[in-house]
Each structure stands twice: as C-alpha cells, then as structure tokens.
C-alpha cells in the first residue's frame, strides 16, 4: 500500500485545511491509519490516528480544532484542521499500523509512510 498526502498550505492564524491521506495499491480496511508531524527543529509527533474498526484518536494539543473522518469508497483519511495556530506549522505525514489500539500514538509502529505535505501558519 502506497500513501499519498496532499492538502498542505499556507493560512494564517485562525485558518482551515483538510489534509488528505489517500491509498493506492490496497485498502484501509485492516489498518489503522495516523497522522504525524514534524515542526522546524522538532521529532515527528502524533496528532490523530483513524482505526479500521472506526475508532478515532487525537492529541491533546489539537483536540478541539482537528478532526479526522474516513471516506472508505475513495479509500483517503482525512484530517479536517481548524482555528489553526503559528505552532501548527510542520510537515504532516500518513502513515500505517496495525499495533494494538493502546500504542497507536507511537510512531515506531508505523510504516508506509507518505512524503508529507507542509501546512505553513503565519499572519
């Protein structure tokens, strides 16, 4: 399974994206599928994580604001991104997992990683 991201910009504070997180090559359906992040001069993140069973998951700093949904017919995860903040400036990957449901937020279970798409907000 090959993942493509795309959806990346640049806002200003108190803006909107939508990422897409878009499968080729096989389906979703037995993955859980993250989304990561890595700002200037920081280690990759998790931010929100959607399971095959429909179980979602967010990190603390963005609950509120994003939101993560599935679109099975395309087979793309989507992360909704709103009231956006300076210190959500970082490349954001998608990537997969099959780990337990307890350790989805590491990032060492994940593999097929997409190439990212940068997400810039600045006034």
């Known amino acids: 399974v090959q993942l493509q991201a795309s959806g990346g910009g640049s806002v200003q504070p108190g803006g909107s994206l939508t990422l897409s997180c878009a499968a080729s090559g096989g389906l979703f359906r037995s993955y859980t599928v993250g989304w990561f992040r890595q700002g200037p001069g920081n280690e990759r993140e998790f931010v929100a994580c959607f399971s095959w069973d429909g179980k979602t998951k967010l990190a603390d700093p963005v609950k509120g604001r994003f939101a993560i949904s599935r679109d099975r017919a395309k087979n793309t995860v989507y992360l909704q991104m709103n009231s956006l903040k300076p210190e959500d400036t970082a490349v954001y990957y998608c990537?997969?997992?099959?780990?337990?449901?307890?350790?989805?937020?590491?990032?060492?279970?994940?593999?097929?990683w997409g190439q990212g798409t940068q997400v810039t907000v600045s006034s």
């Open positions: 990537a997969l997992t099959t780990v337990v449901w307890g350790r989805v937020t590491e990032e060492k279970f994940y593999r097929n």
